[in-house]
């Protein structure tokens, strides 16, 4: 399923032009377009190729052709059909693209604010579920280690680290990237306050691309864990291993319950007696705080992550 944002239009373009521009071809101001008139014979690109040019009635280094565009991005980029095949809009994984996600839901209804418990699309089915404020869309798996796998109908795999995780970790300095392709278990390193954490996605797949803007803007992660944050994306290798039991649906919703309460827990026996600045780690009414990693020292950092998001939980 391609973007429904991509547009197509005809272009002309000059064959040996050392700069390929395009001239839409239905644009009120193509008459300023001298290549398919007489005048192309002042052109000093053609003068230097063509010596009899009484034959032609237009430059005959004048091409026609279809292109793709985006009709959200502020900057038209025309991209021809014979490497349209190559781009992330013809597929499904336009729904990852910044211009898609800034207007995606538009039919959406209902509460939908932080603590709201559910919201709905039109026809009344549950979209996504929020859980102490948590979002947890009902369209993705997701691992005990709080990672997210989204299935398209086309094959293609997409993942990421949830909203549990970005609420706990909070903003990540830096993402450096371990498994880049091949048949792996996507694996990322996040610095978080000074300290590289590992993320590992349990089940073996296809790596066939990465989301390398996070390296310029590694915030996107946890500000956007399920959008312009994703990570990895793959595709079932053919011969695919047993796998990790994932969580999906109502499954998923009474695993994330339980995972809050048991934060909540591990904070009050683990950490809280732990103060940084004075800033204890409790929230009122004894929830944990967003952000907590940044209130940890190194050695209590390691502990949190190693209990909710170690490949080894």
Known sequence: MKCPFLKETRVKFCQVSPIKKFIVSDQEDAEVEKCSTPSWTNCPVAQQRIKEKGQYKQCPFLQESFVQY????????????????????????????????????????????????????????????????????????????????????????????????????????????????????????????????????????????????????????????????????????????AGTKLFKGKEAVQWMKLETERLTKFVHAELSQSKLEGKILMADGGVSIDSLASYLNRDELYKLFHAFFSLHV
Request: charged share 20%; proline share 7%; aromatic share 10%.
């Open 70 to 241: 985006c009709s959200l991005s502020a900057i038209t980029k025309f991209i021809p059909y014979n490497e349209a095949p190559f781009s992330r809009c013809t597929n499904t994984n336009h729904r990852y693209c910044e211009h898609y996600l800034s207007i995606e839901n538009p039919d959406t209804t209902g509460s939908t604010g932080p603590t709201a418990s559910i919201k709905k699309v039109n026809d009344g089915t549950i979209k996504e579920y929020f859980i102490d404020g948590i979002r947890l869309p009902q369209k993705l798996q997701y691992s005990f280690n709080h990672m997210w796998m989204d299935v398209s109908e086309d094959g293609l795999y997409h993942i990421g680290v949830d909203a549990f995780l970005s609420k706990v970790l909070g903003p990540v300095e830096a993402i450096s990237f371990i498994t880049t392709k091949g048949v792996e278990k996507p694996t990322a390193i996040l610095r978080v306050n000074g300290v590289d954490l590992e993320v590992v996605f349990p089940i073996q797949l296809l790596i066939t691309g990465l989301n390398s803007y996070l390296r310029a803007a590694p915030e996107k992660l946890t500000a956007d864990p399920y959008g312009a944050g994703w990570l990895f994306e793959c595709q079932r290798p053919k011969n695919p291993d």
